[in-house]
């Protein structure tokens, strides 16, 4: 599949939009829309980040940092990307909203919770294959792509004993993590960004077809 911009497509293909009586609808440019947090919530979001970036391992995302065995280095290399990629998206998803993101935290609670069942059983799954399209999907914003395709990816299976013997601590010092995380987002009730934007939807009337606008919030 091929993917073309607005401007590539009126750069390059101006002949065949003229031909077929086809024209994009002109847009304004966006506008940046701010939203207040309250103390507590801003309290929540800073100990959040900080525990995202600081806090939290990534210990069920990168297995084979931890493998006893033998590992090349592009495998390595791809494991630490891993780690940044699901920071990436911790963060983005806190971004784009409160709902999303807590949703995404029960999310790595229950898989969080899966691997140390597995890894109790005696068994470690690793993916290997899918590094670059994740970082694909993160490009494109689509963070249930990245977290479908890792809980659902067909892996190499592992013995939990040719791992280094603290992985299972931080694998429980993660789901720790990620349960205070769960707990302190409880108290949150509202959501200021969304309640701005539907503030800016309601007092702001639908523009006619002649009249096309676009804003984005930050």
């Known amino acids: 599949m091929i993917r073309r911009t607005r401007t590539e497509v009126i750069k390059y293909f101006t002949r065949e939009l003229e031909k077929q009586k086809l024209k994009f609808p002109?847009?304004?440019?966006?506008?940046?829309?701010f939203y207040q947090l309250n103390d507590q919530e801003d309290k929540i979001f800073t100990k959040t980040i900080k525990m995202i970036a600081l806090d939290f391992n990534?210990?069920?995302y990168t297995p084979l940092l931890y493998y006893r065995g033998e590992i090349t280095q592009p495998e390595k290399l791809a494991q630490t990307n891993m780690r940044k990629?699901?920071?990436?998206?911790l963060v983005k998803r806190l971004e784009s909203s409160f709902y999303a993101f807590r949703k995404s935290i029960n999310r790595f609670i229950y898989s969080y919770e899966k691997f140390l069942e597995e890894f109790d059983k005696?068994?470690?799954?690793v993916s290997k294959k899918y590094i670059n399209k994740i970082f694909e999907?993160?490009?494109?914003?689509?963070?249930e792509a990245i977290q479908?395709?890792?809980?659902?990816?067909?892996a190499i299976k592992y013995s939990s004993k040719e791992f280094d013997p603290k992985y299972r601590g931080l694998l429980?010092?993660?789901l720790k993590t990620l349960r205070e995380i769960q707990k302190i987002w409880s108290i949150v009730d509202r959501d200021p960004k969304l309640l701005q934007f539907l503030d800016i939807l309601s007092s702001h009337p639908t523009?006619?077809?002649?009249?096309?606008?676009?804003?984005?919030?930050?």
Do not use: W
């Not at 479908?148 to 067909?154: A, C, V």
């Open 26 to 33: 002109e847009v304004a440019n966006p506008e940046p829309v």
């Open 148 to 154: 479908k395709l890792i809980e659902e990816d067909k």
């Open 172 to 174: 429980e010092k993660d």
């Open 137 to 143: 999907f993160l490009e494109n914003d689509n963070d």
């Open 207 to 218: 523009q006619t077809n002649d009249q096309n606008t676009a804003s984005g919030i930050e």
């Open 85 to 89: 990629f699901m920071k990436i998206l």
């Open 122 to 125: 005696g068994n470690v799954y």
């Open 58 to 60: 990534y210990s069920r």
